[in-house]
């Protein structure tokens, strides 16, 4: 179920809260909504308010977090990717036809978590059973260094590859994280109930009106942030590939031993 799907119907059950707590307004007698039940039912809002406040602003953070480790580790790739292509290009011809096959690779990976840069997900079926950076690791192993140079190349070119690949694997298990059922289903009650209760006190004018609904969708738009950020490879804001385009140019531009600090 996509993000806005679910903070769409959380938005309803909002509309639902208040639609609820007209109705009650005014069926209910008089003594139900003023003096000290009117206390108590302010008290009781202002406590939910706050629980669902903090537990919002606490999702928001972890969320952000999970989306700003998501960009990191790929912007760190692509500095991975450009110092493997350092490293295989001053490895020597034998190595050629390896740094020919990585920007394939990348391409690849590039298709993969990016379908069309549009806002389709990730293809995380295909990420689990890529083989091009695990060829490319094996093309780097069958090398035959000839000096003390070529072998710490050879070492350090491997090092770089399992970096990368142990970086394709948390970006899968990152993406099976999600937010439990339960507790939308928790956080959509306390919200329903909460709207409930402001449209039993408030006047039934539209100034307040349109003042409650305003606080719904910014409270939904709230919810798809969280359940957008928390799955960084899917849905409308996803992390960027400028890093591994960026690569792929360098690569692309490098001359035969490109510096790595041009």
Avoid at 151 to 161: D, E, G, R, V
Avoid at 207 to 235: R, V
Wanted: glycine share 4%; net charge negative; charged share 15%.
């Amino acid at each position: 179920m996509s993000a806005l799907l679910i903070a769409s119907i959380i938005f309803a059950f909002m509309l639902g809260g208040m639609l609820l707590g007209s109705i009650l307004r005014v069926i209910l007698p008089d003594d139900h909504t003023q003096a000290d039940s009117k206390d108590i039912l302010m008290t009781s809002a202002g406590t939910m308010a706050t629980l669902i406040a903090l537990i919002i602003g606490l999702l928001v953070t972890s969320a952000k977090g999970t989306y700003d480790d998501t960009s990191s580790t790929i912007t760190q790739t692509g500095a991975d990717i450009i110092t493997l292509n350092y490293y295989l290009s001053s490895y020597g011809p034998e190595a050629e036809a390896v740094r020919k096959h990585l920007p394939q690779a990348i391409t690849a990976a590039i298709e993969r978590i990016w379908p069309n840069e549009s806002t389709h997900g990730a293809d995380l079926a295909k990420m689990e059973s890529e083989t091009e950076m695990t060829a490319v690791y094996h093309k780097i192993l069958e090398l035959l260094p000839k000096n003390d140079s070529q072998k710490y190349l050879q070492t350090q070119a491997l090092h770089l590859i399992d970096n990368m690949l142990r970086s394709r694997w948390m970006l899968i298990e990152q993406s099976q994280d999600e937010l439990p059922r339960a507790f939308l289903v928790v956080l959509t009650f306390w919200l329903t109930v909460l709207f409930a209760q402001f449209s039993l006190l408030a006047p039934r004018n539209r100034t307040a009106i349109s003042a409650l609904i305003i606080c719904a969708i910014s409270m939904s738009g709230a919810i798809f942030l969280i359940l957008e950020l928390n799955q960084p490879l899917e849905g409308t804001i996803k992390v960027s590939s400028a890093p591994l385009h960026k690569a792929l140019i360098l690569m692309s531009t490098s001359g035969d031993n490109p510096a790595l600090g041009n």
